[in-house]
């Protein structure tokens, strides 16, 4: 085993999922790469990973980085190169789960998730799994997403072999708070979204009724006007559902 598997996984992680130019090698169009030529292309860097150790590394820990087959290796997920990973189309959970940190949730709230460098948004399948991703920043904020509603409307899902789940992007109205009074979801230590009260009148809140005719808090706004205004902006993207404001109490 190596003296540092950290350093390698993330090492490897690199190559596969973003620069295998660096060792002299190239993946196929779905991400893939022979295991002896990557072994090979690693020690002539300067980067010896045995056989073993390799398996190790796909194997061990919780993160399920890599995929091992037919002797080919590839990232299981997090390209920023672009690649087809040839994975179907699935339904998701009706509720998925995305980390972070809470400097970057104004523009989450108002353009949505992007994938940013990489190819799709990730998504958890479990708040744990969030809360860690979102740890890797900071102090961590779980958001909730509407999978269920995003996938009627026509979103399409793919389901990593680690489990992550993928899409393209995540709208912001697809993107739920928990109900009042339940802030558990949206950060480890309760509501971290929640602006300052309006000294007037209180907490406004945004919410949404799908066509189910179920109540998601979508946001939480100091005035009433910023959460009117919000509300109205839902409302002019033309989507099936209904954006109000109202009291938080």
């Known amino acids: 085993m190596s003296a540092d598997p950290t350093a390698d996984s993330r090492f490897l992680a690199y190559l596969l999922r973003h620069n295998p130019a660096a060792v002299g090698v190239t993946l196929d169009e779905s991400g893939w790469v022979g295991v002896d030529a990557l072994l090979a292309a690693m020690a002539r860097h300067g980067r010896p990973l045995s056989p073993d150790a390799l398996d190790a590394l796909v194997a061990g820990g919780d993160k399920r980085r890599f995929e091992l087959r037919d002797g080919r290796i590839r990232a299981a997920q997090g390209h920023s190169i672009p690649v087809d990973l040839r994975l179907e189309p699935q339904a998701p959970p009706p509720v998925l789960y995305h980390g972070t940190v809470e400097r970057f949730l104004p523009g989450i709230l108002a353009h949505g998730l992007r994938p940013g460098r990489r190819t799709h948004v990730h998504l958890s399948a479990d708040v744990e799994s969030a809360v860690t991703v979102g740890a890797r920043r900071g102090e961590p904020v779980v ?83 910023e959460a009117e205004a919000l509300a109205g902006e839902m409302e002019a993207r033309g989507h099936k559902q209904t954006y109000w404001a109202a009291p938080a109490s």
């Open 143 to 225: 958001l909730r997403v509407d999978a269920a509603g995003m996938h009627g409307d026509g979103h399409a899902f793919y389901r990593a072999a680690n489990g992550v789940w993928l899409t393209a992007h995540v709208p912001p109205q697809w993107i739920v708070s928990p109900e009042v009074g339940d802030t558990r979801l949206m950060s480890t230590h309760g509501g971290a979204t929640r602006s300052a009260p309006d000294a007037a009148g209180g907490e406004w809140i945004v919410w949404r009724q799908d066509d189910n005719g179920n109540r998601f808090v979508v946001a939480r706004r100091a005035s009433r006007v």
